[in-house]
Each structure stands twice: as C-alpha cells, then as structure tokens.
C-alpha cells in the first residue's frame, strides 16, 4: 500500500538521520541498525566484527566479548539513539551527551561474529535526564544482559 | 503543612543516599549547595526533584529545576508549590 511504503520510507531516513547525529566513530561504534523508535522505546541491533580490538586481550586466546562493550552497546542503542530521537526539534544540531549510571546483570557471553538486538524502554525523560530499562537478546532470541542505564542528554546551546 | 523545619528533615531524608560528602552533610544549612557542597551529581539531583514530587504531590517545572541549587532554594519552592495547589 502507497501509505505503508512512505511510512517505510519516513522511518528509514528517520533512522539514518539518528544514526548521523551519532557521535561515535570505529572502533567504539557500536550501532549497525535501528529496527523501531517510538517516544516510549528504540529497538536496534549491532553485529560484532571478528577483528574487533577488544578480542585480542578479552580474553588471551579466548575471545569474548567484554560486559563494559556489552553495556556500551546498550547504552548507544538504548539511551543515546533514543535521546537524539526525542531532541529531535532542539534547536542545536550538537548535543551534550553523558553517561550517569549502570546497573546491568549479565547471563549469557557474547562471542566475535553474534549479532546482538537492543531493546530500550523510557523509563522518563526529565530535566535532560534519560533513564531507561535496557535489555540485549542474542540471535537465539536469549536473555544477554538486562538492566538500567541513565545519562544526560541536553542541546550545547541550552539557556 | 510542615514548617520549615519539618521540611528540611524530610529533605534531608530524600537527600542522603545521593550525598557523597559526609561532613557536609553533617552540617548541612540551607545555604548548603547540593553540588558544591554533597558533591551530589546533576544526574542525582533530578531524582532529587522526582522523589520531592512524590513525597510532596507537586510537580516542578524546569525553570524551578534549574534553581534548585542549595537546600534552601528546595524549600522555598517546595513551599510555594504547596501553597499554589
């Protein structure tokens, strides 16, 4: 349907508009796609690289994928993309981004080539605080880690 | 509704497991700053704000937020939100 394709298209370069105002760069990038963004939650994936830098000391000859990258991974998906999502209209194109506290458990590893899915729920939004419920799902559909991540987001050019 | 007094202990209450200087707390005034002062983070002091909300059922706008700097600017418009509703 005509209606469904420009919402599709809307939605694509919605995502791609987020993931350029992203402020990261390799190698701590750690967003490939967004799948959905709403004003209550984000939804998104990243796929490890088998050369990641991480791998060759984490751990010596037994690469997996450390929880501070797994807790980074969730925070760029889960409460950075969802920030820059609902500062859409700042009027400032640059954005004061930082992160305040974790609080994750984690129940599964993460090996090189696993792509991972990120699924964020705003838990609120006030005073430039972000505080959302976080959880990461392997390819099987497993439990990863799960947690809460908060941070300050607020437009450079706030009075 | 509490006195002054009243309001800084309940204040004190919400405040405590945010502060991170001890002695500051020990003596705190209301000039006390909730930054400068109990090296709370400002991330910490907008959780301030919401359990100020619930403990007092008002709600504080971002113009109060960003005076809510010391321990006495909190009371003062804890104050004047309580009297306003």
Same mark, same amino acid.
């Given at each position: 349907?005509?209606?469904?394709?420009?919402?599709?298209?809307?939605?694509?370069?919605?995502?791609?508009?987020?993931?350029?105002?992203?402020?990261?760069?390799?190698?701590?990038?750690?967003?490939?796609?967004?799948?959905?963004?709403?004003?209550?939650?984000?939804?998104?994936?990243?796929?490890?690289?088998?050369?990641?830098?991480?791998?060759?000391?984490?751990?010596?000859?037994?690469?997996?994928?450390?929880?501070?990258?797994?807790?980074?991974?969730?925070?760029?998906?889960?409460?950075?993309?969802?920030?820059?999502?609902?500062?859409?209209?700042?009027?400032?194109?640059?954005?004061?981004?930082?992160?305040?506290?974790?609080?994750?458990?984690?129940?599964?590893?993460?090996?090189?080539?696993?792509?991972?899915?990120?699924?964020?729920?705003?838990?609120?939004?006030?005073?430039?605080?972000?505080?959302?419920?976080?959880?990461?799902?392997?390819?099987?559909?497993?439990?990863?880690?799960?947690?809460?991540?908060?941070?300050?987001?607020?437009?450079?050019?706030?009075? | 509704?509490?006195?002054?007094?009243?309001? @800084?202990?309940? *204040? =004190?209450?919400?405040?405590?497991?945010? #502060?991170?200087?001890?002695?500051?707390? $020990?003596?705190?005034?209301?000039?006390?700053?909730? @930054?400068?002062? *109990? =090296?709370?983070?400002?991330?910490?002091? #907008?959780?301030?704000?919401?359990?100020? $909300?619930?403990?007092?059922?008002?709600?504080?706008?971002?113009?109060?937020?960003?005076?809510?700097?010391?321990?006495?600017?909190?009371?003062?418009?804890?104050?004047?939100?309580?009297?306003?509703?």
């Amino acid at each position: 349907m005509a209606v469904n394709t420009f919402n599709n298209d809307y939605a694509l370069q919605n995502y791609a508009h987020i993931l350029s105002k992203l402020p990261y760069r390799k190698p701590f990038l750690f967003v490939d796609r967004l799948h959905s963004i709403t004003e209550n939650g984000v939804e998104g994936s990243y796929t490890f690289p088998e050369d990641s830098y991480f791998y060759a000391g984490h751990f010596a000859g037994n690469p997996i994928t450390p929880g501070v990258i797994l807790t980074e991974v969730m925070a760029q998906i889960g409460v950075v993309c969802l920030g820059l999502f609902l500062l859409a209209d700042a009027q400032s194109g640059d954005i004061d981004i930082a992160l305040t506290s974790t609080q994750i458990d984690f129940y599964k590893p993460v090996f090189p080539t696993e792509t991972v899915l990120v699924r964020s729920t705003k838990d609120y939004f006030r005073f430039h605080k972000l505080k959302c419920t976080v959880e990461m799902l392997n390819s099987n559909g497993e439990l990863v880690c799960r947690g809460a991540i908060s941070g300050m987001m607020k437009p450079k050019k706030y009075a | 509704m509490q006195t002054k007094e009243e309001l @800084i202990e309940t *204040l =004190k209450k919400i405040v405590k497991p945010y #502060v991170q200087d001890e002695q500051a707390f $020990e003596n705190l005034t209301e000039d006390t700053d909730f @930054i400068k002062d *109990l =090296k709370i983070n400002s991330a910490n002091l #907008v959780d301030i704000a919401l359990d100020v $909300e619930e403990a007092y059922d008002i709600e504080i706008d971002n113009e109060s937020m960003e005076r809510m700097l010391t321990v006495g600017a909190a009371v003062e418009i804890i104050m004047s939100k309580l009297q306003s509703t």
